[in-house]
């Protein structure tokens, strides 16, 4: 339901007439490729954007370009807060919910770790686990793509990279279904208390780095320094934190969507296998396709951002798979073209908080898709299985597979 009205700041004050207004929520669970449907309708009646009437209410930036621009001014876009319903929320992520300039200092840690160089001398293990784990059901005929593969491949790379051990996984993939996977369950208490848990356990990690040093990044982090300082336990917790989510929940959530295009459409997956060396444009087409990070960002003053009349303390949603599928940015934004050229996507977001793994990501996802091909070149979707998404940061909550 879309109207115009006058709205309110976060405060309740008036803060003009002819805005136009709409009751638009991500949250929910709808079918596969419900959000993004979502998210290009919103695009096509609200262009350049729209105050949400939802809970406290918020802005929704739906221009591709406005979506770009705000994603590059952190001075008026703060970081600070990542929920459109809490402007001050009761925890930090670093360096996520950082501005410039101690978020850049933390990224001067962090970038030498996630550079194109490192990643490419990864390779190799990457590949050998990503083999290792199709191995392991190949034979079977089916398989839960995202429980048996999808978390379990770059969650493993990932907590090699912290230096720790891999019989901890399964407790990470409860942890993180209850901080990223569970918007609107509750009033946040679930997702507060797992990510307590995360730290408590990272806190007993470096307690034991500490004592007994290792080639990890979690042993890494203790020789930071910060204007000569070294770093507070408490935010080197939040930074693990940060790790956490990143590394267990975003390339699974892509490798689920890639794998359901390649199911659902035979000649690209005939071209897949047929065309090995066309797997690294496909990856950027499919994060482009199916970008999923709807990129949430505080009002910092009072502004008019492109005639939208933002206050301080307002929350704003700048989509990216609304900017990725817009049509002023992308001819026939809504077709996989797996050799589209160019393909100037943002799904790594942009900015100073562009992805800091993106290089790992693409690795991670290039390989997947070459070596499962080898091993399991022709399958499709189990018909007794509904695809479906949850909200927030949405994605693909199961995805059954089979072949002969």
Partial sequence: MSSTNDTTDSEGATVGTAVPTTEFDHRGTLPVLGHIRQFMELQQQHRPWVRSTVGRGFWVVTDGEMIREGLQDPGLFSSSSVDLQDPDPPYLWIPEMLDPPIHTKWRQFLAPEFAPKPMTNLEPHVRARCVEMIERFADSGRCDFLNDFAYRYPTSIFMELMGLPLDGLEQFLVWEDDILHNPGVDDGTRALNAMMAVQDHFREIYAERREHPQDDLVTLSLSWRIDGEPI????????????????????????????????????????????????????????????????????????????????????????????????????????????????????????????????????????????????????????????????????????ALSWD
């Fill in 232 to 399: 507070p336990e408490s935010d080197l917790l939040a930074w693990c934190l940060l790790m956490f989510m990143a590394g267990l929940d975003t390339v699974a959530i892509q490798l689920a969507y890639s794998f359901w295009h390649l199911a659902t459409h035979d000649a690209d997956r005939a071209r897949i296998v047929a065309q090995p060396e066309l797997v690294p444009s496909a990856v950027e087409e499919f994060l482009r396709a199916y970008s999923f990070v709807p990129t949430q960002r505080k009002v910092m003053r009072d502004a008019d951002f492109h005639g939208c009349p933002m206050k301080a303390g307002d929350m704003a949603l700048f989509p990216i798979p609304a900017a990725c599928r817009d049509p002023k940015l992308f001819d026939d934004p809504d077709e996989v073209i797996l050799d589209r050229q160019p393909n100037n996507h943002f799904a790594f977001g942009a900015g100073p908080h562009r992805c800091l793994g993106s290089h790992l990501a693409r690795r991670e996802l290039t390989i997947a898709i070459e070596e499962w091909h080898k091993l399991i070149p022709d399958y499709r979707l189990d018909p007794d299985v509904d695809v479906v998404e949850h909200g927030g940061m949405f994605g693909i909550d199961h995805l």
